[in-house]
């Protein structure tokens, strides 16, 4: 090899496939790395035709029928011009493994592995010694759920951080959309859904097409990028009522269209015996949930079992319904979120969180967490605040509503923790102050022992969250 001083000095992105607009992965590495000039990547597959849009320079690089030592030479022949000074590292298939190990022995870069599929729990594609191989060499461990954290920590005793999609700012709409009266729709439009991207399981597709062509419930589909199980008959999927719209040619054109809807759905999982994609629906979360939410705040119906990572998330945040594989289920999320008074809270929740996903630079925040071995800061955690205090606001809210009781006082409370979160995003007020405030308004002796001690109980809590 030539000195390290000839050599183009390069950060290593490494994944399955080619990089690009027509999945997920390659979407959010896109918006995370704006500027490639400084981007080696490497794939070993070819899922898409070769279309690839990603790095100033891009490697094919297998490790099929090789030992580890013909692999590691192989790469250092690949790389011969070049110098990796850091790693990222997304595992799908052995050979991204085998790759970013290849990389770390022949430059000594920091790996960062950020996982945002299953590919080792659930779904065996990569075996244990090798995960275990790269989560111990890895500086930083990423992971795009917070399940996908809890299993993979559970396993392997490592810290991952939880680190969620992510859309620049220019994409994101701070102000809640006005589309939040049913009598602003058109009335062609009130049980017509829409659904962007790929769905990942025939059977999730197939269960979907079955309630549709039963209930008289349209669905506008984008993106669609032609996979196996997503073609299917397209004169079937139209007779079914689903109506492929194909791909808008920028995100902007999205977005608008997405803006004309009441909801959109995103299949998921069941969980059971018969699905066909448990990893992705039990540990994975979708990135156009984050891009639905902050682009047009669109309530979401996510299809499937609650359990699932998109539905935890999106009936947690408050920004939508998770609703079965079954008629009934589905008709009734329907009829819900079309509600005018759903339709606010839900854009509004949904307009609220909209700043937590926006990109602040986290391509460099990647850079710098693995150069410190740990997040720089707590960005991401807000979410998980965040979380927690919807959770327990609609425990409470659900808790009084069982017994018809003080709605005026849990009312008062909501409304006061709305202020606050949005007096600590935008840095006004401390969120304590706030807090004790609307104590002092709330009259807590008007609530039985029972509720009395559930709302102290709460309040301690969020104090504690937000405690600077």
């Known amino acids: 090899m030539p000195d390290s001083s000839d050599r183009f000095k390069f950060d290593a992105v490494i994944y399955s496939s080619e990089i690009n607009h027509r999945h997920g992965v390659g979407v959010l590495l896109q918006r995370i790395f704006p500027d490639t000039s400084r981007i080696l990547s490497i794939r070993a597959e070819n899922w898409y035709g070769g279309e690839h849009t ?20 192989k790469v250092a022949e690949a790389l011969s011009n070049h110098q990796i000074e850091r790693i990222l590292c997304i595992p799908y298939q052995v050979d991204e493994v085998l790759t970013a190990l290849a990389l770390q022995e022949l430059f000594g870069a920091s790996i960062c592995t950020y996982l945002m599929d299953d590919q080792n729990i659930l779904v065996k594609s990569i075996p244990d010694n090798l995960m275990a191989e790269l989560l111990s060499k890895s500086r930083l461990c990423l992971a795009i759920s917070v399940e996908m954290c809890d ?55 197939k269960s979907l097409q079955t309630i549709t062509k039963k209930t008289g419930i349209t669905i506008d589909w984008y ?194 923790l709305t202020l606050a979160e949005q007096a600590r995003l935008q840095d006004q007020k401390n969120f304590e102050e706030i807090v004790e405030l609307y104590r002092n308004q709330i009259s807590i002796n008007t609530f039985n022992s029972k509720f009395k001690y559930l709302i102290k109980k709460i309040l301690g809590k969020l104090k504690k969250i937000y405690k600077n």
């Open 54 to 73: 990603f790095g100033q320079v891009a490697l094919h690089i297998n490790h099929r029928g090789l030992t580890r030592a013909q692999g590691l030479a």
């Open 151 to 205: 299993v993979y920590k559970a396993k392997y005793a490592v810290d991952l951080h939880f680190t969620p999609p992510v859309l620049p700012f220019a994409l994101a709409d701070l102000q809640t959309n006005s589309q939040s009266s049913t009598a602003e729709i058109p009335s062609d439009l009130l049980q017509r859904g829409v659904m962007i991207g790929n769905v990942w399981c025939p059977t999730w597709l």
């Open 223 to 416: 993106g669609n990028t032609g996979a196996e199980w997503n073609i299917g008959d397209r004169l079937q999927l139209l007779a079914d009522g689903i109506t492929e719209k194909g791909f808008l040619p920028t995100e902007a054109e999205v977005i608008v269209a997405l803006k004309k809807y009441l909801y959109a759905i995103v299949p998921s999982g069941t969980l059971d015996l018969d699905d066909g994609n448990p990893a992705t629906a039990w540990l994975s979360l979708p990135s156009r949930i984050p891009f639905l939410l902050a682009t047009a705040n669109i309530p979401i119906i996510v299809v499937g079992n609650k359990n699932t990572t998109a539905a935890r998330f999106v009936e947690s945040m408050g920004i939508g319904i998770a609703a079965e594989y079954k008629i009934e289920s589905l008709m009734l999320a329907v009829k819900q979120i079309t509600q005018p008074s759903y339709q606010q809270k839900f854009r509004q929740q949904a307009a609220l969180l909209t700043p937590l996903f926006i990109d602040h630079n986290t391509d460099e925040w990647i850079w710098q967490s693995l150069a410190s071995g740990h997040p720089i800061d707590q960005r991401f955690q807000e979410i998980l605040d965040l979380q927690c205090q919807i959770s327990y606001l609609d425990a409470l809210t659900q808790a009084l509503d069982t017994i018809g009781s003080q709605r005026k006082e849990i009312d008062t409370l909501r409304n006061a």
